[in-house]
């Protein structure tokens, strides 16, 4: 296996580096303190093609693989994990999923919105009660002739206020049935569907997340996506892509801490001499530097796999649980090698601090990895 970065992937990274400096670094901060999705940025990276990485230049995007899209999330959430979130939410999620189970009349109608940018896409799986164990979710859709009427609420969606469209998983059959759960697009504005409670969280605060509200909502039957109750197949498809974009995310942060930590251990000088000269510093940043290796390898493996077809619910679970943890750990040596500083938020591992712990959670906890990988390779 070749992991050498492409000439798109170099050009994309500078691409992301200039955009960053100008449009994300002077202002993350205060997003972050406000809790500001800033949806104008979103419209500006969907200028750039990196709202529809992945979809096909024939529905408008940028039609590139995964390889492409691990830079794309890696280096936007090593300056911010809060950008880099929404970026992969978008893409990965809300779009990857029309893209890769609507019917032909529902990719030419949302794909181009989503991949321009100028739509802001969610995804709705995730219940306040039934977190992991989606087969008895209570958000229902019951069949009313040629019509879904929907109830119930979805709880930790990124974008659930700001997003123009969703994808929502609802139960129409019977509790921890077979086959028990079925996908619909559902925009905004549709009678009967509007957002709830923006949460107020420790770290990604500018990746708006909020609850989805649904009270005898009607959809079309031309909404629903695929055939009745293969919903967790799909969303299950949908997560194997989806942990590779929370393990690039969890790169980028891990990057961005290493990079700031590294630069400060030089110039930062204690009893005459940088503090990266001391051996308890050298071996964090030793440390640091080994487990991003590791977390890239596993990365671009699943990756690989993705882009040829082929299955990676193992490599793509062991790329998130590694990455994500990693993340953590790297994030908090950081904040020690800052010492005091690091605990302030005029330097940034405080930041990458913060959003590293979100990694461990969304899209699947560790302990969900773990239990996909054990599965698996018990099973051979």
Known sequence: MNFSNTEAQSSIAEMIRDFSNKHIRPNMMEWDESQKFPVDLFHKLGELGLMGVLVPTEYGGSGLSYFEYVTVVSEIAKVCGSIGLSVAAHNSLCTGHI????????KRKYLPKLASGEWIGAWGLTEANTGSDSGNMNCTAVKDGDEWVINGTKNWITHGISGNVAVVLARTGERRSKNNITSFIIERGTPGFKAGKKENKLGMRASETAELVFDNCRVSDAQRMGPVGNGFYQAMKILDGGRISI???ALGIAKGAYEASLKYSKERHQFDQPISNFQAIAFKLADMATQIEASELLILQAADLKNRGMQMTKESA???????????????DAVQIFGGYGYTKDFPVEKYYRDSKLCTIGEGTSEIQKLVISRDILRN
């Open 99 to 106: 893209m890769y189970f609507g019917n032909e009349d529902q």
């Open 247 to 249: 393990a690039a995310l």
């Open 318 to 332: 062991m790329a998130k649980y590694y990455a994500s943890e990693a993340a953590v750990r790297i994030s908090t």
